[in-house]
């Protein structure tokens, strides 16, 4: 079975640029979310999908961050304008369904690791 | 609050020996989840195993257990017979059972070095 796929792995930009991240999640997994990883922190979540619809986006930075989850499968997470305190890993995990016990079954992509000079 | 306390920064471990990574937590839910995760140096972050809050048997899963102290609000991963390959970062996350999204909040992480 394919794991979590992101891409790319890594990316450099200037401060004030634009960036999108992508995402194709295991076949037949309905939930998507994004996770932001500050070096030195556990990861936080910042979007789930279930299918196609928002689960939850409150730790999302709306002014600068958006993410699209087209037809329920591949998503993207943008950053526009990006700021100096964005640099960190942004993990993609996909789990079959977004609530319950099921959860644990939440299983995670390499990350891109964005810097922001 | 609910808060993942992990308060070891950094632990070294000896090949072949037993290891405990420290995790407690706060939540007020009475049904919720815990986790273990490994992130190694490529980044992506590997299920370990799963705690659930209603469970009355520690859970374990290979060389991995689970040492879940419920009055404590611990829950503590031991690793056995470490080996070279355990060298990364262990985290641990709970699912507070009030969610109803599948968000998980994360410790802070320790990082675990394998000693030849």
């Known amino acids: 079975e394919a794991g979590v796929a992101q891409s790319p792995r890594y990316k450099i930009i200037e401060k004030r640029q634009s960036v999108a991240f992508w995402c194709n999640p295991i076949s037949g997994h309905a939930t998507l979310y994004w996770y932001q990883q500050i070096l030195g922190q556990g990861p936080k979540l910042l979007i789930q999908?279930?299918?196609?619809?928002?689960?939850?986006d409150s730790q999302l930075p709306k002014d600068r961050f958006s993410a699209e989850r087209l037809k329920g499968v591949d998503s993207t997470l943008k950053i526009q304008p990006a700021k100096l305190e964005d640099s960190a890993v942004y993990l993609c995990?996909?789990?079959?369904?977004?609530?319950?016990?099921?959860?644990?079954?939440?299983?995670f992509g390499p990350g891109t690791r964005l810097t922001v000079t | 609050a609910q808060k993942i306390t992990q308060t070891q920064p950094g632990m070294f471990v000896q090949e072949k020996e037993a290891v405990t990574l420290d995790c407690t937590y706060d939540t007020s839910d009475q049904s919720y989840g815990l986790f273990w995760y490994k992130q190694p140096s490529s980044g992506e972050m590997i299920f370990l195993i799963y705690q659930g809050s209603y469970d009355e048997q520690n859970a374990t899963e290979g060389r991995y257990s689970l040492n879940f102290q419920k009055a404590r609000k611990s829950a503590n991963l031991v690793i056995s017979a470490s080996q070279l390959g355990d060298s990364a970062m262990y985290f641990c996350a709970m699912w507070p059972g009030s969610s109803n999204t599948g968000k998980l909040i994360f410790g802070q992480g320790t990082t675990l070095q394998v000693k030849p």
């Open positions: 999908f279930q299918n196609n619809g928002v689960v939850d």
């Open positions: 995990a996909s789990s079959l369904v977004g609530t319950g016990l099921s959860i644990y079954e939440q299983y």
